[in-house]
């Protein structure tokens, strides 16, 4: 449909005093909290998945100190995946071996419990609804409303209904307004509306540019007597180059039942990677393998991870709304946790709006908060990584034995998509890559494990503002990466009597981003499919 004739569409709208886009932690965090201390406020929460907690992915190990302050209820009824902290290990993994590393101080997870993310949403969603919380799973915020002044209004909803071409079906309904004094982004990494606003507000001016990691994630079945409860095991190292950052998990839950998972930082150089294939060589280790083998995958998900960090913090406040969790990007990196970061976030940005009623002054209070301090305290770990794995690791020594009182900040100088080398100026390095024999066999495979549902009349919300740069420049210069860095097989080269042309199986979108985040052209724009679209993480 036209942007003229969408102008003209009548739509319903919705009166709140608060509108929550995201409910992730932080965005169920706040509201909770909002109305633990203003009950009266009409709040809703808006949820782009069909549940809530089928978009939700994390790796997750939680710190549960936010959480307890929360509901501390939550320890007499934990999700159903929820197991106590008892041992850690950290390696350096070769082609052929593993040498145990001495665990950094950030790494001490005694305390802490291995959760389900997707769970534990689920769960906070219906303590928010317990206290009068609007909660619309199924209906995604496609775009920003803005008053005369550009103040945010809240947010419009995503049209239902419509053909591939655009124009509207047999069930076609225009997407409510929904309007509220302070809209709150809480939509995690990558947030579509969050990008729009940060680039109209210039949120960013000043900061480094935001970095993100890939995180692929599994949940395998195990014969009787490989897991170990409560384990939580990392590396570094093979199957990576020591130029591209990036690690393991593997997290033991009860029932024999593991998360495994690999994170590759997505400002690698490479155009040959292929994160994804990365992630499934790991598994093949001679340390993994055997864990693994003989053993069934019940879930699979793919997601990204604003990793950036304090330098990488854009303003969390603009006229009308405020940036709360992974939205502005909220994680930890050397502890490799995010949950307790967005918690607080949420929770703060509560407290802030019901002294104040207003986002004006919430981006120092974070900052002067305990969240933003520990953000601060960590600030040159990931940016040292920017020079290399063994430069990362001595300085990551070094930041924990001075507790990150060093007198300088790293700050990386480029986003995460102008770092990828042409393919006329990179050698790759010869990865000693095996045949591979454990499932899935391929990414369509694993998209299947994803249990991902798009319409596929709907239009594609991947939208490539020039596709013949695809067909033409890109594989010139760097080959389609697109090929590569997606993890479900969305973008595809193919041949036909038109010549060569990228097609996208928009059917297959798992609601990483990466796309939006590595395509060295910057052209890639994720949007929400139709509300209730997408992946189901909910064991994830």
């Avoid at 509108?19 to 009409?42: D, T, V």
């Avoid at 969050?194 to 960013?204: M, T």
């Avoid at 502005?328 to 307790?340: E, Q, S």
């Avoid at 979108?509 to 590595?518: F, Q, T």
Wanted: proline residues 8%; neutral net charge; charged residues 20%.
């Amino acid at each position: 449909m036209n942007s003229t004739a969408a102008a003209e569409v009548e739509r319903d709208v919705m009166e709140y005093d608060v509108a929550i886009i995201g409910a992730g932690p932080a965005g169920l965090a706040c509201a909770i909290r909002l109305k633990q201390l203003k009950p009266e406020l009409n709040i809703c929460l808006l949820e782009k998945a069909a549940n809530v907690g089928a978009h939700a992915l994390s790796g997750a190990v939680i710190e549960p100190g936010p959480l307890d302050a929360l509901a501390p209820e939550w320890r007499q009824s934990p999700p159903s995946i929820c197991v106590p902290a008892a041992r850690d290990e950290m390696h350096l993994l070769t082609r052929t071996g593993k040498i145990r590393l001495p665990l950094p101080a950030q790494l001490h997870n005694r305390g802490n419990f291995i959760v389900s993310l997707g769970l534990l949403t689920a769960w906070l969603a219906q303590k928010a609804e317990g206290l009068g919380v609007d909660i619309f799973p199924g209906f995604a915020a496609a775009a920003p409303l803005l008053g005369p002044d550009g103040a945010v209004l809240g947010v419009q909803l995503g049209d239902v209904g419509l053909e591939k071409d655009g124009e509207p079906g047999a069930n076609y309904t225009p997407g409510a307004q929904i309007r509220a004094a302070t809209t709150i982004l809480a939509e995690g990494a990558r947030g579509s509306l969050s990008k729009q606003l940060i680039q109209r507000f210039e949120l960013d001016a000043g900061c480094a540019p935001q970095t993100y990691g890939l995180g692929l994630k599994e949940l395998w079945q195990l014969p009787e007597g490989r897991v170990r409860p409560g384990l939580i095991q990392h590396s570094v190292g093979w199957p990576l180059d020591t130029r591209t950052y990036g690690g393991s998990f593997i997290y033991h839950l009860s029932e024999n039942r593991v998360y495994v998972g690999f994170v590759v930082g997505l400002d690698y150089e490479d155009p040959r990677l292929s994160p994804f294939e990365a992630f499934q060589q790991f598994k093949h280790h001679p340390s993994v393998k055997p864990l693994l083998e003989g053993g069934e995958i019940l879930a699979a998900g793919a997601r990204t991870i604003a990793a950036g960090g304090w330098q990488s913090i854009p303003r969390l406040e603009m006229p009308g709304a405020m940036l709360i969790g992974d939205a502005a990007g909220g994680v930890n990196v050397p502890k490799i946790k995010g949950v307790h970061q967005a918690i607080r976030s949420g929770m703060l940005a509560a407290e802030h709006l019901a002294e104040t009623g207003s986002p004006q002054g919430f981006d120092a209070r974070w900052r002067a908060s305990a969240g933003g301090q520990e953000l601060r305290a960590v600030r040159n770990f990931k940016p040292g990584f920017k020079r290399g794995l063994w430069f990362g690791l001595a300085n990551s020594a070094l930041e924990s034995l001075t507790g990150g009182r060093t007198p300088w900040t790293l700050k990386p100088r480029s986003a995460d998509y102008q770092r990828l080398r042409a393919l006329e100026h990179y050698a790759s390095p010869e990865r000693h890559w095996v045949e591979r024999t454990l499932p899935p066999r391929d990414r369509l495979a694993a998209v299947f494990f994803a249990s991902t549902s798009h319409d596929e009349h709907q239009p594609a919300h991947l939208k490539v503002r020039d596709p013949s740069i695809c067909a033409e420049r890109c594989t010139r210069e760097f080959g389609n990466p697109c090929q590569r860095f997606c993890p479900a097989n969305v973008y595809e080269m193919v041949e036909d009597a038109g010549g060569r042309r990228l097609q996208i199986n928009a059917a297959n979108c798992v609601h990483c981003k990466a796309c939006d985040i590595k395509d060295p052209y910057a052209i890639i724009d994720w949007t929400p499919p139709e509300g209730g679209s997408g992946p189901n993480y909910q064991s994830l």
